[in-house]
């Protein structure tokens, strides 16, 4: 079926380690997000891409870094992970052209870092 | 700093009662006001829309009233049923954001009591 898949969706980590968060549509949106979401702050822009090899940083992106290199995948990664980095974390995509066109949500990742 | 406001944090509500979440905004910019409905363990999803040239829209029993003067949007859920019971979140854009980036409240989680 097509739509928005994100993996894991559960993961355990250690402060200092990498991890990588991996989002897959199936639509070919152009435009991909990524969020995390903590209980008071709703959910908070992380980063952003247009296309492929077209990325921009949003809100909170500071300690995570992202790449598309394919239209259809938008991976966050996590270089040193620290506890302050725990989180749901959603991937959104939505079609090119602003139109109120509304963003798609995967199902999330909850990522916690001990 | 929260671009858009969102209140209560949390309610409870019987069974074919009113639930009412309000949202207030500053940028006079914003011309789309989303709301999205996650239930546990899944990604938000678009539940209704506004744009500032109407002032109210429903579908179903579910009710978005907007006071452009004002810089206010609530959600109005009629009828309510334990099934609504879900977290919502206001959001909003702005046409000048061609990446249609979304601002999101903080979130309001409805219980709705059998």
């Known amino acids: 079926d097509a739509g928005i898949t994100q993996s894991p969706r559960y993961k355990i980590t250690e402060t200092g380690r990498q991890v990588t968060l991996m989002c897959h549509q199936t639509w070919s949106h152009s435009y991909m997000f990524w969020y995390r979401q903590d209980l008071g702050h709703g959910l908070r822009l992380i980063y952003y891409?247009?296309?492929?090899?077209?990325?921009d940083k949003g809100e909170v992106p500071d300690g995570y870094v992202v790449s598309r290199s394919k239209t259809e995948n938008f991976p966050l990664t996590l270089e040193s992970a620290t506890r302050s980095q725990t989180s749901v974390y959603f991937c959104a995509s939505r079609p090119q052209g602003f139109d109120y066109q509304p963003q798609h949500f995967g199902d999330g990742t909850r990522l916690s870092i001990l | 700093q929260q671009q858009v406001k969102q209140s209560p944090q949390s309610l409870i509500v019987q069974k074919g009662g009113i639930s009412i979440i309000n949202c207030a905004y500053e940028n006079t910019a914003f011309d789309y006001f989303p709301w999205y409905q996650q239930f546990p363990g899944k990604g938000p999803a678009l539940l209704i829309a506004?744009?500032?040239?109407?002032s109210e829209k429903k579908e179903g029993r579910f009710t978005i009233s907007f006071n452009k003067s004002a810089k206010q949007f609530s959600l109005h859920i009629m009828d309510s049923q334990p099934g609504d019971s879900a977290t919502y979140f206001c959001a909003a854009s702005s046409r000048q954001d061609s990446w249609g980036k979304l601002q999101f409240g903080a979130g309001t989680q409805v219980v709705v009591t059998p």
């Open positions: 891409s247009a296309a492929a090899d077209i990325t």
């Open positions: 506004i744009r500032p040239d109407v």
